[in-house]
């Protein structure tokens, strides 16, 4: 982390969380007419798509519809026409893997980084956690890097104080390790996937192991279902707070202490819930469903506009918060389901560990899918990109044969993946 611009930027962002929603909403348009003309002028892809765009007109939200949308499909077509010509530069390489099994690679600058990191400050603070507090991570892999980067990252958690613990495998076994890490630890906050903070609980309760009084739990990563919201609330205390984010953008929006809707962090993202009929799109209304457009304001390196990254939202009201921030709000978060595989012995295991396996080797697949028989065998099916090769290949079977210990793993080659009954081609599915 850049400690001391994060922190500085993090005090400005303390202020302007009380500004009026007027304010707000000046500030971003400002932003985004920025962003706007430089991608015009700097970034190939959208010298075209943005020729007809009279940026300066963009002066409400409404106006944003004039503005093209950037679908899934065509964020991986344009890897390399998204990048801008002139500074600033990508400093910063990722790469996310879709519910398609296709990554889509992007970047951003340092000053976006920055920008990130002061953003998920602010909004896990609403939740109690700030720098130097003990928090437990209940999470998925990846939370820990490898290598030398991996050491420093490990020494900032140390002195961060905080922990980790894979949340991928959810046995009993795994469970009773983590409650007894909770216990010795004593967070005073919990950060958890949160159908993993659910299993948790579960367990709590299960086992009558709750020594400790309210601990703040902070879910991301999937959808917080009301069930499992209920668990925690009864085996952690009533704190707990939902977070909406994802690789491309971070956070995105997150609860107060009213538990009213997700606060969307605005001073660094658009978040649009739009409702696409045809070729028309327009705004979905107050408690309507619609697909999620996010705008990364800071992003100038590779920008995402008006992205629609495949979640669906409901739309919120205008009402005020009690908290008496004016941030817009999210009503909810749908889908974003994890889908879970099953281990040797038939406990869960969430699937999401697949992700981090795409995000590293997804390149070398035009498609995947993982298929667990009833017997518990699994099948990998693989369509081969241009760039495949067998590290890569090796690699996707030494990790499922690492977090499905005793399951027998094999994979076939295909020259597609098959769809589903719902059209979709799902990363993983259940068989019988
Ligand atoms: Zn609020």
Not at 46 to 63: F, N
Request: glycine share 8%.
């Amino acid at each position: 982390m850049r400690r001391r611009p994060t922190l500085s930027r993090l005090r400005v962002l303390e202020q302007t969380q009380w500004y009026s929603l007027d304010a707000l909403l000046a500030m971003q348009l400002e932003a985004l007419r920025g962003l706007l003309a430089h991608a015009r002028r700097n970034v190939p892809y959208y010298r075209e798509r943005l020729r007809d765009v009279d940026v300066d007109a963009i002066r409400e939200p409404a106006d944003l519809l004039r503005v093209p949308l950037l679908t899934r499909a065509d964020a991986q077509g344009s890897s390399e026409t998204r990048r801008s010509t002139a500074p600033p530069f990508v400093a910063i390489h990722k790469a996310t893997s879709g519910t398609l099994g296709l990554p889509v690679s992007f970047g951003y600058e340092m000053d976006s980084e920055t920008w990130r990191q002061a953003v998920r400050l602010r909004g896990y603070g609403w939740a109690g956690y700030r720098p130097g507090v003990r928090a437990f991570h209940f999470w998925g892999p990846g939370a820990r890097q490898k290598g030398l980067r991996g050491a420093k990252v490990e020494l900032d958690h140390l002195l961060r104080r905080e922990r980790y613990f894979d949340c991928t495998v959810r046995s009993p076994d795994r469970l009773d390790a983590a409650i007894e890490h909770v216990k010795r630890f004593r967070p005073d906050v919990i950060v958890c996937f949160a159908s993993a903070g659910g299993a948790l609980a579960r367990r709590v309760l299960e086992t009558g192991a709750r020594s400790w009084g309210t601990i703040p739990v902070i879910c991301g990563a999937e959808a917080l279902l009301p069930s499992d919201r209920a668990v925690m609330e009864d085996a952690f205390g009533p704190a707990v707070f939902e977070t909406y984010g994802s690789r491309e953008v971070m956070l995105m929006a997150s609860e107060c202490a009213e538990h009213d809707g997700l606060h969307v962090q605005m001073e660094n993202v658009i978040v649009e819930v739009v409702v696409r009929d045809g070729d028309a799109v327009r705004h979905a209304a107050p408690g309507e469903v619609g697909e999620v457009a996010v705008t990364d304001l800071h992003n100038r390196a590779m920008p995402f506009i008006r992205y629609l990254n495949g979640d669906r939202a409901v739309a919120g009201d205008t009402t005020r918060c009690g908290c008496q921030r004016q941030l817009s709000r999210l009503k909810s978060i749908e889908g974003r389901v994890t889908a879970m595989l099953r281990d040797r012995a038939g406990a869960p295991v969430a699937g999401l560990f697949v992700h981090a396996l795409l995000a590293h080797v997804g390149h070398a697949f035009r498609g995947f899918q993982a298929v667990q028989r009833a017997d518990g065998a699994v099948t990998l099916r693989l369509v081969k990109s241009a760039t495949f090769d067998e590290t890569a290949h090796r690699y996707l079977l030494d990790g499922f044969e690492r977090y499905l210990e005793g399951v027998p793993v094999t994979s076939e080659f295909l020259e597609d993946i098959p769809a589903g009954r719902n059209g979709k081609r799902q990363v993983i599915l259940q068989d019988g």
